[in-house]
Every structure is written in C-alpha cells, then in structure tokens.
C-alpha cells in the first residue's frame, strides 16, 4: 500500500530535549516536505527536499533541522525544542513539488 | 504572503444540500490543488486542476478556476454527514518551490 508513516503519533516532551520525528514515504517520491498546523494558521512549510541530498528552507525553519540521506526517510529534528514548537506536524512527499502530495498521519506535539 | 484564502471559513448545511466553498489567491499559478482534513488528521488530495483548465469532477465534486479572477470554487453536491470535514485550497505558484496552503474552510454536514 502506497503510504507516508510518521513515528511517533504523539510526543510530550521538555524543553531543550532533543527529539527526531520520522518520516518515511514508500512511492519512490522525490518531493518531500515538512509542515506544522496550528489553529488560525492554516499549514505552513518548514523545510522541503528535492531529492536526496538537497533540502531548503520553507517558512518557518527556525529551531528545526532535516536531513534527506536517502530517497525515502526524511526526518525531522528539533534540537531544542520550545513551548511554541508545540504544533501539529506532517510530512508529506510527492512526484514533484507541484504535485499531488500525500501526507502522513501527522505527529501531535507538545513541548512542557 | 503568497497565501490562498478560502471563503467562508465555517460552514454549516443539511444532509443532502450542496456545499460551495471559494478559494482566492495571488498570483500566477501552475495548477490548484483542493484537500480535505478530517479532524487532526493527515491531508486527502481531492482534485488537482491546472491553469489552462477550468472544470473538473471527480464523483460528487465540482472544481471550477477562474484565473481572470484569480479564484476556484469546489462544490460538494447531495452532501453527507461524512463530508464533515476542514477543506484546503493548495496553489503551486509559477516559480516557487512549495504548495501553499490556505488556512482551510470547516464544513459541517448536519443529518
């Protein structure tokens, strides 16, 4: 079955705790991208990768890393993470980047 | 912000009516894509409809775009409960690297 999985569904965790939300597409998809939803907001992107080894900043990037070492995992890491991290967050891959993209399950955040 | 803005922002119907929602945007476009979000759930692609087209369906949906005016509309007819949803215009603007997303529009489809 043609899927994005994020592990894990749901995180509580502290301030300044270290954290990776995976992310792994199994469509052969050369697009990938990040996004947090928050109320009022809508989703907005927060890093993309064109293909393996490139990736670049979406808009809001602050406070977070990624890293595309092959085609189908892309992380995502919060290296210090704060309270207004605390978001909903999905990733999301697709042929190309004005394409079709099929989103993962979403990761719940909360950061104490 | 190059940010789509949909129209209304909630909306509330009975089982068997028909649901408008519109979608404005900025500039050029490749294409514009609609998504529904069931409650903190990942995204579904609904329809893709690209710049040099100005209607599709796909079973009970109806997406139309009007590039004069920079906007599209999907229409949702004979809704059910179980289209009681958030809705998401996307639009892939000509030169940029990303959809963009709007900030959605919550339909809820009473029986």
């Known amino acids: 079955e043609a899927q994005v999985t994020q592990n894990p569904r749901y995180l509580i965790t502290v301030t300044g705790k270290k954290l990776t939300v995976t992310c792994s597409q199994n469509?052969?998809?050369?697009?990938m991208s990040w996004y947090r939803q928050d109320p009022g907001l809508g989703l907005r992107q927060i890093y993309y990768?064109?293909?393996?080894?490139?990736?670049d900043k979406g808009d809001v990037p602050e406070g977070y890393k990624v890293s595309r070492k092959e085609k189908r995992n892309f992380p995502l890491i919060l290296e210090s993470p704060s309270p207004n991290q605390t978001s909903l967050y999905f990733c999301?891959?697709?042929?190309?980047?004005?394409?079709?993209?099929?989103f993962g399950p979403g990761t719940r955040l909360l950061v104490l | 912000s190059q940010q789509g803005e949909e129209d209304p922002q909630a909306l509330s119907i009975q089982e068997g009516e028909n649901a408008t929602m519109n979608c404005s945007y900025k500039?050029?476009?490749?294409?514009l894509q609609w998504y529904r979000q069931n409650s903190g759930r990942g995204l579904v692609h609904l329809i893709l409809?690209?710049?040099?087209?100005r209607e599709k369906h796909s079973g009970r949906l109806r997406v139309t775009l009007d590039t004069s005016k920079k906007s599209s509309s999907l229409l949702i007819t004979a809704s059910r409960a179980a289209d009681t949803a958030s809705y998401f215009c996307?639009?892939?603007?000509?030169?940029?690297?990303?959809?963009?997303f709007g900030t959605g529009t919550r339909l809820l489809v009473s029986p």
């Open positions: 996307a639009t892939s603007y000509t030169g940029f690297q990303k959809l963009v």
């Open positions: 500039t050029s476009i490749n294409n």
């Open positions: 409809i690209r710049s040099n087209e």
């Open positions: 469509m052969n998809h050369e697009y």
């Open positions: 999301a891959s697709s042929l190309n980047r004005a394409e079709t993209q099929y």
């Open positions: 990768s064109m293909n393996v080894e490139v990736t």
